[in-house]
Protein backbone atom coordinates (compact mmCIF):
# COMPACT_ATOMS: atom_id res chain seq x y z
CA UNK A 1 0.00 0.00 0.00
CA UNK A 2 1.53 3.71 -0.90
CA UNK A 3 1.52 4.21 3.13
CA UNK A 4 -1.07 3.76 5.58
CA UNK A 5 -2.49 7.45 5.52
CA UNK A 6 -4.19 6.55 2.41
CA UNK A 7 -6.41 3.64 3.20
CA UNK A 8 -9.54 4.79 3.49
CA UNK A 9 -11.92 1.51 3.10
CA UNK A 10 -11.27 -1.75 4.89
CA UNK A 11 -12.68 -4.93 3.38
CA UNK A 12 -12.94 -7.74 6.08
CA UNK A 13 -13.55 -11.43 5.21
CA UNK A 14 -13.62 -13.60 7.57
CA UNK A 15 -13.71 -17.08 6.79
CA UNK A 16 -13.51 -21.21 8.09
CA UNK A 17 -13.30 -24.19 5.99
CA UNK A 18 -14.45 -22.56 2.38
CA UNK A 19 -11.41 -22.62 0.88
CA UNK A 20 -12.94 -22.75 -3.06
CA UNK A 21 -15.70 -20.24 -2.60
CA UNK A 22 -12.83 -17.86 -1.04
CA UNK A 23 -11.12 -17.97 -3.65
CA UNK A 24 -14.00 -16.35 -6.01
CA UNK A 25 -14.65 -13.96 -3.21
CA UNK A 26 -10.87 -12.87 -3.36
CA UNK A 27 -10.98 -12.94 -7.23
CA UNK A 28 -14.32 -10.81 -7.80
CA UNK A 29 -12.16 -8.28 -5.40
CA UNK A 30 -8.42 -8.34 -6.63
CA UNK A 31 -9.18 -6.78 -10.39
CA UNK A 32 -6.86 -4.97 -12.05
CA UNK A 33 -9.49 -1.63 -12.20
CA UNK A 34 -9.52 -2.37 -7.87
CA UNK A 35 -6.27 -2.91 -7.65
CA UNK A 36 -5.15 0.41 -9.70
CA UNK A 37 -6.27 2.72 -6.44
CA UNK A 38 -4.52 1.87 -2.92
CA UNK A 39 -6.99 4.15 -0.73
CA UNK A 40 -8.14 0.78 0.18
CA UNK A 41 -6.95 -3.10 2.22
CA UNK A 42 -8.51 -6.60 2.02
CA UNK A 43 -8.05 -8.03 5.31
CA UNK A 44 -8.52 -12.04 5.69
CA UNK A 45 -9.59 -13.43 9.08
CA UNK A 46 -8.76 -17.45 9.21
CA UNK A 47 -11.19 -18.55 12.00
CA UNK A 48 -9.32 -21.61 12.56
CA UNK A 49 -9.77 -23.55 9.12
CA UNK A 50 -8.42 -27.29 8.92
CA UNK A 51 -8.56 -27.30 5.04
CA UNK A 52 -7.02 -25.04 2.81
CA UNK A 53 -8.28 -22.04 3.36
CA UNK A 54 -5.06 -20.72 5.67
CA UNK A 55 -2.82 -21.44 2.59
CA UNK A 56 -5.07 -19.43 0.38
CA UNK A 57 -5.05 -16.36 2.17
CA UNK A 58 -1.58 -16.55 3.17
CA UNK A 59 -0.67 -16.96 -0.85
CA UNK A 60 -3.03 -13.95 -1.84
CA UNK A 61 -1.53 -11.54 0.60
CA UNK A 62 1.90 -12.51 -0.37
CA UNK A 63 1.04 -12.12 -3.87
CA UNK A 64 -0.93 -8.85 -3.31
CA UNK A 65 1.30 -7.49 -0.29
CA UNK A 66 0.02 -3.84 -0.37
CA UNK A 67 -3.50 -4.56 -0.47
CA UNK A 68 -3.85 -7.87 1.03
CA UNK A 69 -3.42 -9.10 4.88
CA UNK A 70 -4.25 -12.79 6.10
CA UNK A 71 -4.98 -12.56 9.44
CA UNK A 72 -5.69 -15.60 11.99
CA UNK A 73 -8.54 -15.44 14.84
CA UNK A 74 -8.12 -19.12 16.76
CA UNK A 75 -11.12 -18.28 19.16
CA UNK A 76 -13.54 -19.84 17.34
CA UNK A 77 -16.58 -17.87 15.92
CA UNK A 78 -17.62 -15.31 13.48
CA UNK A 79 -17.94 -12.66 15.97
CA UNK A 80 -14.36 -13.18 17.26
CA UNK A 81 -13.31 -13.26 13.75
CA UNK A 82 -15.16 -10.30 12.88
CA UNK A 83 -13.73 -7.93 15.73
CA UNK A 84 -9.88 -9.23 15.04
CA UNK A 85 -10.42 -7.76 11.44
CA UNK A 86 -11.62 -4.72 12.94
CA UNK A 87 -9.32 -4.08 15.54
CA UNK A 88 -6.37 -4.55 12.53
CA UNK A 89 -8.36 -2.66 10.07
CA UNK A 90 -6.37 0.84 9.04
CA UNK A 91 -9.76 2.19 7.07
CA UNK A 92 -12.51 4.81 8.04
CA UNK A 93 -15.19 2.56 6.51
CA UNK A 94 -15.28 -0.76 7.43
CA UNK A 95 -16.89 -3.29 4.43
CA UNK A 96 -18.17 -6.70 5.53
CA UNK A 97 -18.81 -9.50 3.33
CA UNK A 98 -18.55 -13.63 2.96
CA UNK A 99 -16.40 -16.11 1.73
CA UNK A 100 -19.05 -17.50 -0.33
CA UNK A 101 -19.99 -14.15 -1.88
CA UNK A 102 -18.82 -12.58 -5.50
CA UNK A 103 -18.08 -9.19 -5.56
CA UNK A 104 -19.64 -6.64 -8.44
CA UNK A 105 -17.25 -4.68 -10.53
CA UNK A 106 -18.69 -1.62 -8.70
CA UNK A 107 -18.34 -3.03 -5.29
CA UNK A 108 -15.91 -0.56 -4.19
CA UNK A 109 -16.70 2.51 -6.30
CA UNK A 110 -20.42 2.00 -4.62
CA UNK A 111 -19.00 2.31 -0.98
CA UNK A 112 -16.70 5.35 -2.52
CA UNK A 113 -20.04 7.00 -3.98
CA UNK A 114 -22.19 6.49 -1.12
CA UNK A 115 -20.08 6.25 2.17
CA UNK A 116 -18.37 10.18 1.23
CA UNK A 117 -22.17 11.00 2.22
CA UNK A 118 -21.22 11.94 6.01
CA UNK A 119 -24.84 11.36 6.49
CA UNK A 120 -24.58 7.55 5.99
CA UNK A 121 -23.10 5.94 8.76
CA UNK A 122 -24.45 2.25 8.32
CA UNK A 123 -25.41 0.53 5.55
CA UNK A 124 -26.70 -3.00 3.62
CA UNK A 125 -25.91 -3.47 0.42
CA UNK A 126 -27.69 -5.29 -2.76
CA UNK A 127 -26.98 -9.16 -2.10
CA UNK A 128 -28.57 -11.39 -4.50
CA UNK A 129 -28.82 -14.87 -3.89
CA UNK A 130 -27.86 -17.24 -6.63
CA UNK A 131 -29.00 -20.99 -6.45
CA UNK A 132 -27.08 -23.81 -7.93
CA UNK A 133 -30.01 -26.14 -9.36
CA UNK A 134 -33.53 -25.64 -9.00
CA UNK A 135 -35.44 -23.81 -6.40
CA UNK A 136 -37.40 -25.83 -4.09
CA UNK A 137 -41.04 -24.79 -4.02
CA UNK A 138 -41.30 -24.09 -0.56
CA UNK A 139 -38.56 -21.52 0.04
CA UNK A 140 -40.79 -18.27 -0.56
CA UNK A 141 -39.44 -14.60 -0.35
CA UNK A 142 -39.16 -14.45 3.34
CA UNK A 143 -37.39 -17.55 3.35
CA UNK A 144 -35.31 -16.49 0.75
CA UNK A 145 -34.49 -13.76 3.00
CA UNK A 146 -32.82 -16.19 5.27
CA UNK A 147 -29.88 -16.71 2.67
CA UNK A 148 -29.27 -13.31 2.83
CA UNK A 149 -31.36 -11.92 -0.15
CA UNK A 150 -31.51 -8.82 -0.07
CA UNK A 151 -32.80 -6.68 -2.96
CA UNK A 152 -34.89 -3.81 -2.34
CA UNK A 153 -34.39 -2.31 -5.67
CA UNK A 154 -32.38 -0.07 -7.25
CA UNK A 155 -32.77 3.34 -5.12
CA UNK A 156 -30.54 4.51 -1.91
CA UNK A 157 -33.10 5.02 0.64
CA UNK A 158 -33.13 4.48 4.71
CA UNK A 159 -34.71 1.17 5.58
CA UNK A 160 -37.51 1.42 8.08
CA UNK A 161 -36.88 0.34 11.85
CA UNK A 162 -39.04 -2.74 11.14
CA UNK A 163 -36.20 -4.23 8.08
CA UNK A 164 -33.46 -2.32 9.29
CA UNK A 165 -33.52 -4.16 12.66
CA UNK A 166 -33.97 -7.58 10.54
CA UNK A 167 -32.43 -6.84 6.95
CA UNK A 168 -28.45 -5.90 8.43
CA UNK A 169 -27.19 -8.68 6.69
CA UNK A 170 -23.47 -9.40 7.85
CA UNK A 171 -22.34 -10.89 4.41
CA UNK A 172 -22.80 -7.04 2.68
CA UNK A 173 -22.46 -4.64 5.43
CA UNK A 174 -20.78 -1.27 5.59
CA UNK A 175 -20.17 0.63 8.76
CA UNK A 176 -17.84 3.88 9.62
CA UNK A 177 -15.00 3.57 12.14
CA UNK A 178 -16.85 5.64 15.09
CA UNK A 179 -20.07 3.41 14.94
CA UNK A 180 -17.87 0.44 16.36
CA UNK A 181 -15.97 3.13 18.88
CA UNK A 182 -19.31 4.40 20.13
CA UNK A 183 -21.51 1.10 20.51
CA UNK A 184 -18.70 -1.71 20.38
CA UNK A 185 -18.29 -4.63 18.45
CA UNK A 186 -19.75 -7.91 17.45
CA UNK A 187 -21.42 -10.13 20.45
CA UNK A 188 -19.22 -13.43 20.80
CA UNK A 189 -21.84 -15.41 22.31
CA UNK A 190 -23.67 -14.36 19.11
CA UNK A 191 -23.29 -16.11 15.71
CA UNK A 192 -21.60 -18.83 14.08
CA UNK A 193 -19.32 -20.60 16.36
CA UNK A 194 -21.78 -19.83 19.33
CA UNK A 195 -25.63 -20.06 18.73
CA UNK A 196 -25.24 -19.97 15.05
CA UNK A 197 -26.85 -16.55 13.60
CA UNK A 198 -28.22 -12.87 14.83
CA UNK A 199 -24.66 -11.50 15.64
CA UNK A 200 -25.21 -8.95 12.84
CA UNK A 201 -28.75 -8.38 13.73
CA UNK A 202 -27.83 -7.46 17.23
CA UNK A 203 -25.31 -4.99 16.29
CA UNK A 204 -27.59 -3.19 14.02
CA UNK A 205 -30.20 -2.89 16.97
CA UNK A 206 -27.74 -1.88 19.10
CA UNK A 207 -26.95 0.92 16.06
CA UNK A 208 -30.52 2.34 15.97
CA UNK A 209 -30.95 2.36 19.60
CA UNK A 210 -27.88 4.74 19.63
CA UNK A 211 -29.57 6.99 16.95
CA UNK A 212 -27.87 5.98 14.21
CA UNK A 213 -29.82 5.43 10.72
CA UNK A 214 -29.37 2.09 7.97
CA UNK A 215 -29.65 2.72 4.77
CA UNK A 216 -30.22 0.58 1.59
CA UNK A 217 -27.39 1.10 -0.93
CA UNK A 218 -27.47 -0.86 -4.15
CA UNK A 219 -24.67 0.58 -5.80
CA UNK A 220 -23.04 -2.03 -3.44
CA UNK A 221 -23.57 -5.30 -4.58
CA UNK A 222 -22.57 -8.57 -4.20
CA UNK A 223 -23.64 -12.02 -5.53
CA UNK A 224 -24.37 -14.82 -2.76
CA UNK A 225 -23.30 -18.17 -3.55
CA UNK A 226 -24.58 -20.43 -0.63
CA UNK A 227 -23.84 -24.73 -1.32
CA UNK A 228 -27.03 -26.64 -2.12
CA UNK A 229 -26.94 -28.23 1.46
CA UNK A 230 -28.06 -25.07 2.83
CA UNK A 231 -31.62 -25.06 0.63
CA UNK A 232 -32.63 -29.00 2.59
CA UNK A 233 -35.61 -28.68 4.33
CA UNK A 234 -33.79 -30.56 8.04
CA UNK A 235 -31.07 -27.38 7.25
CA UNK A 236 -34.19 -24.62 8.08
CA UNK A 237 -35.31 -26.51 10.65
CA UNK A 238 -32.02 -26.52 12.24
CA UNK A 239 -31.36 -22.78 11.06
CA UNK A 240 -34.28 -21.59 12.70
CA UNK A 241 -34.15 -23.25 15.82
CA UNK A 242 -30.56 -21.81 16.20
CA UNK A 243 -31.93 -18.41 15.04
CA UNK A 244 -34.20 -18.82 18.31
CA UNK A 245 -31.28 -19.84 20.51
CA UNK A 246 -29.36 -16.26 19.34
CA UNK A 247 -32.58 -14.26 19.44
CA UNK A 248 -32.65 -15.41 23.18
CA UNK A 249 -29.61 -13.48 23.81
CA UNK A 250 -30.73 -10.27 23.31
CA UNK A 251 -34.91 -10.22 22.94
CA UNK A 252 -37.01 -9.33 26.44
CA UNK A 253 -39.68 -12.01 26.03
CA UNK A 254 -41.06 -10.87 29.51
CA UNK A 255 -41.72 -7.69 27.34
CA UNK A 256 -42.61 -9.17 24.60
CA UNK A 257 -44.78 -12.31 26.08
CA UNK A 258 -46.42 -11.26 29.26
CA UNK A 259 -47.58 -15.00 29.87
CA UNK A 260 -44.06 -15.00 30.72
CA UNK A 261 -43.14 -16.02 34.20
CA UNK A 262 -39.58 -15.68 35.90
CA UNK A 263 -40.63 -18.12 38.76
CA UNK A 264 -41.69 -21.04 36.57
CA UNK A 265 -38.92 -23.57 36.38
CA UNK A 266 -37.34 -23.60 32.96
CA UNK A 267 -38.23 -27.00 32.02
CA UNK A 268 -41.62 -26.70 32.15
CA UNK A 269 -40.87 -24.41 29.41
CA UNK A 270 -38.77 -26.93 27.29
CA UNK A 271 -41.80 -29.50 27.79
CA UNK A 272 -44.38 -27.00 26.79
CA UNK A 273 -42.94 -25.70 23.49
CA UNK A 274 -41.15 -29.03 22.62
CA UNK A 275 -45.28 -30.46 22.67
CA UNK A 276 -46.59 -27.42 20.51
CA UNK A 277 -43.40 -28.35 18.33
CA UNK A 278 -45.29 -31.60 17.80
CA UNK A 279 -47.86 -30.62 17.25
CA UNK A 280 -47.75 -27.28 14.95
CA UNK A 281 -45.26 -29.69 13.20
CA UNK A 282 -48.81 -32.37 12.61
CA UNK A 283 -50.14 -29.24 11.63
CA UNK A 284 -47.19 -28.31 9.02
CA UNK A 285 -47.89 -31.74 7.52
CA UNK A 286 -51.40 -31.72 6.97
CA UNK A 287 -50.93 -28.82 5.05
CA UNK A 288 -48.20 -29.84 2.88
CA UNK A 289 -50.48 -33.04 1.85
CA UNK A 290 -53.09 -30.56 1.23
CA UNK A 291 -50.71 -28.67 -1.64
CA UNK A 292 -49.87 -25.75 0.56
CA UNK A 293 -46.28 -26.58 1.11
CA UNK A 294 -45.00 -22.48 1.38
CA UNK A 295 -47.46 -22.69 4.55
CA UNK A 296 -46.59 -26.03 5.87
CA UNK A 297 -43.03 -24.86 5.83
CA UNK A 298 -43.94 -21.57 7.32
CA UNK A 299 -46.15 -23.49 10.25
CA UNK A 300 -42.66 -25.52 11.19
CA UNK A 301 -40.38 -23.35 10.82
CA UNK A 302 -42.20 -20.58 13.44
CA UNK A 303 -42.48 -23.71 15.66
CA UNK A 304 -39.33 -24.78 15.86
CA UNK A 305 -37.96 -21.16 16.16
CA UNK A 306 -40.14 -20.40 19.16
CA UNK A 307 -39.01 -24.34 20.91
CA UNK A 308 -35.53 -22.06 20.59
CA UNK A 309 -36.29 -19.03 21.64
CA UNK A 310 -37.71 -19.57 25.10
CA UNK A 311 -35.88 -22.82 25.46
CA UNK A 312 -32.97 -20.90 25.45
CA UNK A 313 -34.44 -17.92 27.56
CA UNK A 314 -35.59 -19.98 30.01
CA UNK A 315 -31.74 -21.64 30.66
CA UNK A 316 -30.60 -18.26 30.44
CA UNK A 317 -32.39 -17.02 33.01
CA UNK A 318 -32.30 -19.80 35.11
CA UNK A 319 -28.39 -19.40 34.71
CA UNK A 320 -28.78 -15.48 35.86
CA UNK A 321 -27.06 -14.49 32.21
CA UNK A 322 -28.33 -10.99 30.68
CA UNK A 323 -26.68 -10.02 28.72
CA UNK A 324 -22.85 -10.67 27.33
CA UNK A 325 -20.53 -7.97 27.56
CA UNK A 326 -19.58 -5.91 24.49
CA UNK A 327 -16.23 -5.96 23.05
CA UNK A 328 -14.12 -2.87 22.87
CA UNK A 329 -12.55 -2.94 18.87
CA UNK A 330 -12.43 0.90 18.49
CA UNK A 331 -10.59 2.68 21.27
CA UNK A 332 -10.93 6.33 20.13
CA UNK A 333 -12.90 7.71 17.59
CA UNK A 334 -11.68 10.66 17.39
CA UNK A 335 -8.61 9.49 16.16
CA UNK A 336 -7.83 10.81 12.56
CA UNK A 337 -8.62 9.09 9.33
CA UNK A 338 -8.04 10.29 6.35
CA UNK A 339 -11.45 10.79 4.23
CA UNK A 340 -12.56 9.82 1.12
CA UNK A 341 -12.66 11.44 -2.13
CA UNK A 342 -16.16 12.30 -1.60
CA UNK A 343 -16.42 12.68 2.00
CA UNK A 344 -17.13 16.77 1.62
CA UNK A 345 -20.60 15.62 0.13
CA UNK A 346 -24.09 15.70 1.88
CA UNK A 347 -27.07 13.99 0.70
Not at 76 to 89: D, T, Y
Not at 211 to 223: A, D, E, H
Not at 226 to 241: E, I
Not at 296 to 306: E, G, H, N, P, S
Request: proline letters at 5%; aromatic letters at 10%.
Amino acid sequence: MDGEDKTCITVIICTRNRGASLHHTLDSLLTPSNLARHDWELIVVDNGSTDDTKRIATEVAAEFPSHVRALAEPKRGLSNARNRGVRAARGEILAFTDDDCVCEDGYLAGIREVLGYTEVEVAVGRTLLVLDGKRPVWLNTDLARCLCDADFGTELHELPYSEAERFLYGCNMVVRRPVFAKIGGFRPDLGAGATGFCEDTEFGTRALGAGYRIFYVPQIMVRHHPSTGRLKRRMFFGRFFRQGLSEAHFIDYTRLNPAWNPATPGWRYRIYYAKKTVLECGRALRLHFAGQPEEAMKVALRAFQAAGSFSEYARLHRMGINQAQIPEVVKDETQPAPPCEASSNTL
